[in-house]
């Protein structure tokens, strides 16, 4: 069964960020020049996904206003001769069909995807998280999404990580069953390097079953009062094989304020307009700090 919907969880504080985002969406900072949600809204677009429902919350409507129509400024481009972007503009909001779902309380990211339940119905669906930028030769969620039509069965996407990254991602214990599938025997969420499984950590990449909605409303609580999507996955584990997939490509986690920088330098280094200028400038900064 074909992969049509997807899910961006995008109703967090994005305390990561602060100040930045004391008023503005995470999502909305600009890596170059598009938001950083519109990296992963492409991705999807890229690998067939055709409607998306972007979880959001208060003070985040700008999300909304940019992947609808614009009149006022197309018809001021129109008139300013300014083409390229007028045709720019007008291709975002026919990407896909947008949805946006509030979550009204920070419950956590198995509850933010528990909001898009009524959206998902009895489909196998995509989650992709915007904080994650993946430079991939297939895009990355393509690449879990065609696991998905051959086993049948939940993806998630992995990535080696080193101790720092135990204490920040979800962990799997892993049974491999080729060179890039693994299945899941079980997970722990950011267990620290002595309790961690494995170093292969979860990335912001997921295909679901529709079961996930049932064992998300079974999931307790954790520590923090917030509903993981890791423990909710762990009782999938129970009822059916969930399987990780290690992606082929490069990953840069945008929500940190150095990923974000080195998101913004690699991606300018490959824009011909950018490539050789900024280069150029790189290397002139670092002849000065030899
Ligand atoms: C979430 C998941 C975690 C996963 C990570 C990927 O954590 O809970 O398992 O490894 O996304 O980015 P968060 O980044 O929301 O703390």
């Not at 999807?44 to 208060?58: F, L, M, P, Y």
């Not at 045709?87 to 909001?115: C, D, N, P, T, Y």
């Not at 994650?132 to 990535?159: N, W």
């Amino acid at each position: 069964m074909k992969i049509r919907k997807a899910v961006i969880p995008a109703a967090g504080f994005g305390t990561r960020f602060l100040p930045a985002t004391k008023s503005q969406p995470k999502e909305m900072l600009p890596v170059i020049d598009k938001p950083l949600i519109q990296y992963c809204v492409e991705e999807a677009v890229q690998a067939g996904i055709e409607s998306i429902a972007v979880i959001t919350s208060r003070g985040k409507s700008s999300m909304e206003d940019y992947f609808d129509r614009s009149p006022e400024l197309e018809q001021f481009l129109k008139e300013k001769k300014k083409l390229d972007f007028l045709q720019e503009v007008r291709e975002i909001s026919k990407m896909a069909e947008f949805v946006f779902i509030r979550q009204k309380q920070a419950l956590g990211l198995g509850h933010a995807i528990l909001m898009a339940e009524g959206y998902v119905g009895q489909e196998p669906f995509a989650v992709l998280l915007p904080d994650d930028i993946f430079d991939c030769p297939r895009p990355c969620i393509q690449q879990l999404t065609d696991a998905f039509l051959e086993f049948k069965a939940s993806f998630l996407v992995l990535g080696r990580v080193d101790e720092e990254g135990t204490k920040k991602y979800g962990i799997v214990k892993p049974k491999q069953v080729s060179e890039r599938v693994f299945q899941v025997e079980d997970m722990i969420e950011k267990p620290g390097p002595e309790k961690a499984f494995s170093d292969l950590g979860i990335l912001g990449r997921y295909v679901f079953t529709p079961e996930i909605f049932e064992a998300i409303k079974k999931t307790a609580p954790d520590k923090k009062g917030e509903i993981q999507i890791t423990d909710a996955i762990k009782l999938i584990l129970e009822i059916q094989p969930v399987y990780g997939y290690l992606f082929e490509g490069i990953r840069y986690d945008a929500g940190d304020k150095f990923g974000f920088l080195q998101a913004t330098i690699e991606l300018a280094l490959k824009r011909p307009e950018f490539s050789q200028k900024l280069r150029k400038h790189l290397e002139s900064l670092l002849s000065l700090t030899e």
